[in-house]
């Protein structure tokens, strides 16, 4: 059975992750572990305060850092709580809580060891106003686990259109058999190579097309030159693409992209969900 761990914080994206986990469950027939992490090291070393469940950062005030501690882990437990309610009330009925200390993304990569898919915010609780870089965790997520990571925009909107941008010319397509096995439902879907086209690329994406096209979804397929970093959001917003799908493993331009210096700049410039597979 499907297993999707759904890291839940007190950020303000952490609604559209139990949303995003909801719709997946639902079309998986899923079950979903939602967890929290208390990093008492990484709190200790920030200088600030728990964040209240709206999202807003407190500037540390005098105290013991047990107590903030054990204050992160009540808010911790209440989001989980209200998560698995939230879950529930969608008709998502096989749902687990784990409430976990240690360092947030050595934790989340252990946590994830028997997922089949995580979902998680592009930011996370300390970054909503804090102006960290994205994608600092969601970076060593997708470095630490080989399987797909969901990172989830600010609010969910239904997901009727996928765009997947593909490097034809990569040995492996992680994110092809993610969608032929079923990890999304199938509907229309945009195909695309970012670079030359060639004959190679021509009957890289035909493959594809026909794989994808034999699993249920409507296939266009479309090379474009230029850098992957400026043409992929750009076909987002052309395209009407509700979520991206893109390789993250494997040797290509896009995984260089990806777990590179860009990661931030892909995040930031795609308003949709962003697969990783």
């Known amino acids: 059975m499907m297993k999707i761990v759904a890291f839940v914080d007190l950020s303000l994206y952490s609604h559209s992750v139990i949303d995003h986990a909801a719709w997946l469950a639902r079309e998986n027939q899923a079950g979903v572990e939602l967890v929290n992490i208390v990093s008492p090291n990484e709190l200790a070393a920030s200088n600030l305060a728990p964040v209240h469940p709206a999202g807003a950062m407190l500037v540390q005030q005098a105290g013991d850092l047990d107590a903030k501690v054990q ?3 009540r808010q911790g437990r209440e989001r989980l709580d209200q998560a698995h309610r939230t879950l529930n009330a969608a008709g998502v009925y096989d749902v687990g809580t784990r409430l976990l200390e240690g360092h ?3 934790t989340m990569v252990q946590a994830a060891a028997k997922a089949s898919v995580v979902v998680m915010g592009k930011r996370g609780e300390r970054a909503d106003l804090a102006r960290l870089p994205l994608g600092s965790n969601l970076e060593r997520v997708a470095r630490g686990t080989k399987v797909p990571v969901l990172a989830v925009s600010r609010s969910f909107r239904p997901i009727k259109r996928l765009l997947a941008a593909l490097d034809a010319e990569a040995p492996t397509a992680p994110a092809l058999d993610a969608l032929t096995g079923g990890l999304l439902p199938a509907g229309p879907l945009d195909l695309l190579h970012v670079g030359e ?6 009957q890289a994406l035909h493959q594809a097309a026909t794989k994808l096209t034999e699993a249920g979804f409507e296939v266009g397929c479309r090379t474009e030159p230029g850098d992957a970093e400026l043409v992929v959001p750009q076909r987002v917003v052309l395209d009407g ?3 991206l799908v893109i390789n993250a493993f494997g040797s290509s331009r896009l995984r260089s992209m990806l777990l590179g210096s860009r990661t931030s700049e892909l995040l930031r410039a795609c308003q949709v969900p962003v697969l990783l597979c």
Request: net charge negative; no cysteine; proline share 7%.
């Open 71 to 73: 204050e992160l882990a």
């Open 104 to 106: 947030t993304a050595q």
């Open 241 to 243: 693409a509700d979520l």
């Open 197 to 202: 086209p060639s004959e190679n690329v021509r």
